[in-house]
C-alpha cells in the first residue's frame, strides 16, 4: 500500500482520519473528494433527494471548500414506481444547485431498497483547509445545528413522531452547511468536522484526539430540535446509537449525577443526518462567527488532555 508520503500534494488522506480527501493541484488549489449514500430517512422522495445530496456536500463544507460538481449514486428496485426515482433525483440535483455546483453523472442498480447519494468533487485554498486536529487549549466550540435528527427520523420510522417534529428535522437536514464553513474560513477556525454518523460525542473525539486536547460540553448549552427529547425517553434510538457507544464510551465521562437515566447519554451518541458543522476557533472571533450563523450554539470549550470528551 503507497503512503501519504509517496504523494507530496496529498495534503488529507487516510493517514489520519478525516471528512474528505484533498489533493493539492497549485499552490492557489486544491481538490476536495468525497462520497455518502444510504436509505431513505423520510417518507417524501424529493425531501429525501435534498437531504441525501446536503449530507453529501456538507463534507466538503467541513474542509472548508465550495462545491464544483457532484454524481449520483443510486440503488433502485425495479419494483417501484419510476417516478419516485426522478424525485428523489431532481431533489438532489436543486440541492447541488443551491451549493452553486452540478450534477454531471452518476450510476445505478437495481437493488431491494432504494438508496442515494452523491460522489462530491470540491475545491479549496490550501491554506484554508480545516481538518479535525488543529483545535487548540483555550479555544471555543460552536455547533452550528441543532441535535436529534437520528432520534426523530427513528420515531418516524416507528409511525410516532408529530408531522411538525419531522418537519423541523427536515427542515435542518436540508440545510447546507456552506455558510457556516464560509464563516469558519473568516473567522480563522483552528478545526472543524461535521456531525454525523458518529454523532456529536463521536465525532468530538475525533476532534480532540487529532489534537491532542480534551473538549469539555456543557449539556445545558446544547441544542436540540423540537420533540427529540420526548422521543428519547421513549427509546427511539437507531442502532448505530449501540455502536457509537460501544466504541467511543471510554474517551466519554459525564459529570456525577446530570444523567443518570443514561437519556442524554444515548441522544449524544445516536448517528446524525446532514448535521452541523462542530467548529473550534479562538474566543475572539466568537462573536463575528455567531453575527455571521446566528443559529449556532457555543457548546464547549477545549482544555489540555488527551483525546477526552468530558460532559458538564
Known sequence: MFQPADFPDLLVGLSAADDAAVYRLNDHQAIISTTDFFPPVVDDPYDFGAIAAANAMSDIYAMGGEVLFAINLVAFPDSLDKGI????????????????????????????????????????????????????????????????????TTALKQERAELAHVAAAVTSMKLLNRAAAAAAIAADAHAMTDITGFGLLGH???????????????????????????????????????????????????????DQGYLYHDMLFTPE???????????????GFLA?????????????????????
Open 85 to 152: 426515482l426522478s424525485e428523489i433525483l431532481r431533489g438532489g440535483a436543486e440541492k447541488v444547485a443551491e451549493a452553486g455546483g452540478i450534477v454531471v453523472g452518476g450510476h445505478s442498480v437495481n437493488d431491494k431498497e432504494p438508496k442515494y447519494g452523491l460522489a462530491v468533487t470540491g475545491i479549496v485554498h490550501p491554506n484554508d483547509i480545516k481538518k479535525k486536529g488543529g483545535a487548540l487549549a483555550g479555544d471555543v466550540l460552536l455547533l452550528t445545528k441543532a441535535l436529534g435528527v437520528g432520534i426523530i
Open 204 to 258: 468530538g473525539h475525533e476532534m480532540a484526539e487529532q489534537s491532542a486536547v480534551d473538549f469539555r460540553f456543557r449539556l445545558a448549552h446544547i441544542p436540540w430540535l423540537p420533540g427529540a427529547k420526548a422521543y428519547g425517553i421513549a427509546g427511539a434510538f437507531p442502532g448505530g446509537m449501540d455502536n457509537n457507544a460501544g466504541y467511543f464510551d471510554r474517551w466519554v465521562s459525564f459529570a456525577d449525577g446530570i
Open 273 to 287: 443526518t446532514s448535521g452541523g458543522l462542530l467548529v473550534s476557533l479562538s474566543p475572539d472571533k466568537v462573536s
Open 292 to 312: 455571521r450563523v446566528p443559529q449556532a450554539t457555543v457548546v464547549g470549550e477545549v482544555e489540555p488532555g488527551d483525546g477526552h470528551i468530558w460532559v458538564d
